[in-house]
């Protein structure tokens, strides 16, 4: 006699063998998989529930009123009050880097963190770029 509930397969009344190892494993790879993608997204989250960092060089952004980034008391959580953000794609046209979807990032300043978004060359950067952007160049919302 099987059971099926929701993607996972036990046998009841059998031995406990490798086809119950194997729908384990299974189990485990999607969970793994679901947490991964999980903690993804919240990386890149709008709501401030989530701090990314930097992971490759910093880059000092030169062009002007291309970076928009607000904190308040030095994290992300209320900083739409501050700005007025829109929801523009990674990749997608922009002209204001509040077309841009923000990212909340960890600030070069310890402790801080800002709700940031760039309009990189006319193009909405990606949350990895935004938050290197942001830690490499000097903005009040974290702290300079």
Not at 96 to 113: I, K, M
Not at 119 to 125: D, I, K, P, R, S
């Amino acid at each position: 006699m099987s059971s099926r509930r929701r993607g996972l397969a036990v046998d009841v009344g059998t031995t406990m063998g490798s086809d119950l190892d194997m729908t384990a494993s299974r189990v485990g790879v999607r969970g793994l998989w679901f947490a991964a993608l999980t903690a993804f997204l919240a990386g890149c989250s709008s709501d401030g529930s989530a701090v990314s960092s930097c992971t490759s060089s910093p880059v000092m952004v030169t062009e002007a009123d291309s970076i928009a980034s607000g904190s308040v008391n030095g994290e992300c959580a209320g900083a739409t009050t501050l700005v007025t953000w829109s929801n523009g794609a990674p990749g997608t046209a922009c002209t204001d880097p509040t077309q841009c979807q923000p990212t909340c990032c960890a600030c070069s300043t310890a402790g801080r963190s800002a709700l940031t978004s760039w309009c990189n060359e006319g193009v909405c950067a990606t949350p990895a770029e935004v938050c290197c952007a942001l830690a490499g160049t000097q903005t009040k919302s974290c702290g300079f």
